[in-house]
């Protein structure tokens, strides 16, 4: 088409040049193709424009997306985020190309040098491995615990510090975590403290709930036990030197490190480093859109599961700020389930009190009754002797107003004038019965 388009600019320049057709002819090529050819190149509709503009809105999404995210994700997180944030629906592959195009790399986990460096517990002392590396049987019912090492600075064994997560592997979500430059109990017990304290009413929804770890000393410990069994959970843990029965926790923390730790090796202080942790995990739990959790953030996926209801910006058309809210929904529907569960236990105690008393003789049922009854007659004779203390009170107050009543006759025409003011009734002791008649209106 080049070549074509050349010998016809040639002809056009001689005095006595071919034709466009005839150029075209010589050459192979079809007029509408060559036309079609020259529209592209020329950009007459200004299609290539556009394009490159909507290329360029693109990329500067991608820097927005990498911005808030701290990192530089892979081609399928950039596109959830753009779906999610942006409303932008991109292919993968474009995605792919793009990252080319601005030469992106996506962060990628590395291998952990620290693995198998942990103390373990006698292997017969440990408990036994209740979960099996089932980790997806439903929202809430197995929780996984591990503890990893970061560090922040310019020293690396002066300035290390643990992190410990509680982790729900069916909706990814770290539920509770805790950072201390030293491991031992307290470590645990914090993350530990702070997932009852967020998520504890769920977890006690939940029939026996296992707690999953390692065979680390501080998850074999009696403080860490105690704590699991006053709360009614069951303790399981990992075959010894086995990561892969703890896998999801390992991957987060591989996660972690490859998007976050030469982030926090940045911070000056303990503090600092606390707070970017923070702000990660929180990220990872309400902005951290996954494929594997239907495209929504963990703690998004988890009252999606738990209510039915997918969330959207809108639902048929109607704006979900003019609706209730997913969490309203759970609440009206857990004091439903909760009356729903007291008039059942209730109608329980019925009927085990009907089963009991058939068993009893016939003269134990007539006693019950006659308690019955006696307690009705009590109640209906103390209202009747309050209800004549009433009736004496009143008809007394009746007899001061009838009084009251005859007075007035008697008085003159600016006596009466006075006592169209309150003061005027207030002052006359023959109208003291008002002050008796207080709580009748």
Avoid at 26 to 47: H, I, L, N, Q
Avoid at 75 to 80: A, I, N, P, V
Avoid at 216 to 238: E, H
Wanted: aromatic fraction near 10%; charge should be positive.
């Amino acid at each position: 088409m080049y070549a074509a388009d050349l010998m016809v600019r040639a002809q056009k320049a001689l005095a006595c040049g071919m034709s466009i057709s005839d150029c075209l002819a010589v050459m192979g090529v079809s007029k509408s193709g060559y036309y079609a050819w020259r529209a592209r190149k020329e950009d007459r509709d200004g299609k290539a424009a556009r394009k490159l503009e909507e290329l360029r809105g693109l990329m500067d999404l991608f820097l927005a997306i990498i911005k808030k995210l701290s990192y530089v994700p892979g081609k399928r997180t950039f596109r959830l985020h753009l779906l999610n944030d942006y409303g932008k629906n991109v292919s993968t592959k474009r995605c792919r190309a793009i990252m080319e195009m601005m030469r992106l790399t996506a962060a990628r986990p590395k291998k952990d040098p620290y693995k198998h460096q942990a103390v373990h517990d006698h292997p017969c002392a440990a408990p036994e491995n209740r979960v099996m590396q089932e980790f997806y049987v439903g929202p809430r019912k197995i929780v996984l615990t591990d503890i990893t090492y970061l560090y922040y600075g310019q020293g690396y064994k002066e300035k290390t510090v643990y992190l410990c997560v509680f982790r729900d592997p069916f909706t990814c979500e770290i539920l509770g975590h805790a950072l201390s430059r030293r491991m031992d109990v307290s470590l645990v017990q914090e993350a530990y403290d702070r997932m009852m304290e967020a998520h504890g009413s769920e977890l006690k929804e939940v029939k026996d709930v296992m707690i999953h770890s390692d065979q680390g000393s501080v998850y074999l410990s009696t403080t860490f036990k105690r704590l699991l069994s006053d709360d009614g959970f069951l303790q399981s843990v990992s075959a010894r030197g086995n990561s892969q029965d703890n896998a999801p926790v390992e991957s987060f923390f591989s996660r972690l490190k490859t998007e976050a730790l030469d982030k926090i090796v940045m911070c000056r202080d303990f503090g600092t480093a606390k707070e970017m942790v923070d702000n990660y995990i929180y990220s990872y739990n309400n902005e951290r859109y996954q494929y594997t959790l239907g495209g929504l953030a963990p703690a998004d996926f988890y009252r999606y599961v738990i209510s039915g209801i997918y969330p959207q910006k809108e639902y048929l058309g109607v704006s979900a700020d003019r609706l209730l809210s997913i969490e309203d929904i759970l609440n009206i529907r857990k004091k439903v389930n909760e009356e729903r569960a007291r008039k059942m236990r209730e109608a329980a105690a019925r009927n085990r009190e009907r089963r009991d008393l058939l068993r009893k003789g016939a003269d134990e049922i007539i006693e019950r009754d006659i308690r019955i009854l006696d307690k009705q007659i009590r109640e209906w004779n103390d209202a009747e002797e309050r209800a004549e203390m009433q009736i004496k009170f009143l008809e007394k107050v009746k007899e001061k107003a009838v009084r009251a009543y005859e007075y007035v006759k008697t008085l003159t025409e600016d006596a009466l004038r006075l006592l169209k003011e309150p003061a005027g009734w207030q002052k006359d002791p023959h109208f003291q019965y008002i002050y008796e008649m207080r709580g009748l209106f």
